[in-house]
């Protein structure tokens, strides 16, 4: 028999019986692959156009929980009598929510699995959000969903992770790509279902001592793409190959292997290649080891020193400079984002009395006189055609990101959308509003697809799902400051939080060069 000592002991060989061990056939049926080459072996196809569309759901099922908050504002703060101020509470309390889970989710995935993971967030996600529905006041509402967003900050950045480590290093980029695509599909669907919702007098009943007006119901149906995923995620899905190796689990991630061959060599004939895998050294039980004995504050402050070896990582050696970098354009892009995005609803209800979006027409001395009802739905149409605007951006992305590179279309496109934001405070008739908030749609969701991909390829696996978390946490906590400055803003001096997102996207878009380039590289 061939000599066996070189193989590690958990190593999987299939067709061991080979008659003569100097045939080619028998030295290959015991060769041992990297993780990007048994990738390679496994094809590409079916398999990943499938889970293309279960993460872009999970994708889009974020978006909608995340975004539904600004389209029920200017119903929902007369049933909740909301001032400014308030509504810049409520849109911020999801991200603080996704700011708390969304490191704690990245570090579990990054110990205990992707999937797991996924599947605990969205249904976080998903019941705390339905039930946000039916909180009678503003406190209890508030406090469902900074619940819910704990749930989306974990799926978030892990979904990404999960999806990149299925994919071959060719097509990563294009792939990453088309899944942020399903973002632009949430947004599309949110304010679908706000126009075809919130309007309507027909979804007004009441529950006991509970008036459920239209936009109840619109928060009810927003919680169900997260609801399903999850059990997609449940039922049909494997756990990441590359997560797998990590902790030593060389036949679970065989198995994988073999699901992804069969689905995407269905039909052509073609038998699955036996190999084995280049794992970790350490076996699942000694991946982690966690303390046992000490008091439970010795063991809490165990658990948190744990927790942050990945950030003292992330800001060491070659990834400190990457990782500064990016924290930058993290706060950058999403103060300016999510700060104006949010808003976008409320601005237009003000475009639709002045034609200005910085019109003073809601002072919260006047706020509570306001009729709510009945809805104008020329709002709700326009947010249907801003969310449409992401399409051309999409697009865009997938063609170019594995040419081009995620560096120059992130610099490229929050230069442009600093611009676009900047004459958006310029204009002063309805028509140029809408069409350069189009403009903004299209062009910075290029930056978020780049940022997808940049944030998947520039750390290494034990850091990867850790790392987004970390950066997504930092985006909440902008996101949370850009809501309270328009809600404490807006009303009296609209100019200084518009012309501070220009200024933060230019900042973002200028700092993005220092970036190192990672078209087409190896996942580590």
Known sequence: MQDMKGLSTGEIIFDRSTSNPKHEAGRNAQRRLTYEEAVEESGFGLFHWLLLVACGWANASDAVEILCVSFLLPTARCDLLLSSSDMGLLTASIFLGMMVGGYMWGYLADHRGRRRVLVVSLTINGVFGGLASMAPWFWLFLLLRFISGIGVGGSIPVIFSYFSEFMPRLRRGAMISALATFWMAGNILAAGLAWLVIPR???????????????????????????????????????????????????????????????????????????????????????????????????????????????????????????????????????????????????????????????????????????????????????????????????????????????????????????????????????????????????SVIAWNALDVLGAELYPTKLRSSALGFFTGVGRVAAITGNIVFGKLVDTNCAVPVLLVSALLLTGGLVALLLPQTRQTELT
């Open 201 to 443: 007098t027909w979804a007004h009943f009441s529950l006991g001592t509970l008036d459920f007006q239209s936009w109840r119901l619109f928060v009810v149906l927003c919680s169900i793409p997260s609801l399903t995923s999850a059990i997609i995620f449940r039922l049909l899905l494997p756990e990441s190959p590359k997560f797998l190796m990590e902790v030593g689990q060389e036949k679970e991630a065989i198995q994988v292997f073999k699901l992804m061959f069969k689905l995407n060599m269905h039909g052509k004939g073609k038998a699955f290649p036996e190999f084995g895998l280049c794992t970790s050294s350490k076996p699942k039980g000694e991946q982690e080891e966690t303390g046992t004995w000490g008091s439970c504050s010795e063991r809490l402050a165990s658990i948190l020193k744990k927790g942050l070896v990945p950030i003292k990582q992330m800001f060491n050696g070659s990834l400190k400079s990457r990782s500064i970098t990016l924290l930058i354009i993290f706060y950058c892009i999403s103060f300016s984002y999510y700060g104006l995005w949010m808003w976008f609803p409320e601005l237009f209800k003000r475009v639709e009395a002045s034609g200005s979006p910085c019109a003073n027409v809601s002072l919260p001395s006047q706020l509570l006189n306001q009729s709510c009802y009945p809805v104008k739905t020329a709002v709700y149409m326009e947010g249907f055609v801003i969310a449409a605007s992401n399409l051309p951006g999409n697009i865009f992305t997938i063609l170019m990101m594995d040419s081009t590179g995620g560096k120059a279309l992130l610099s490229f496109s929050l230069v442009v959308s600093s611009l676009s934001v900047f004459l958006i405070y310029v204009v002063q008739t309805k028509a140029q509003s809408l069409i350069l908030s189009c403009v903004f749609s299209g062009v």
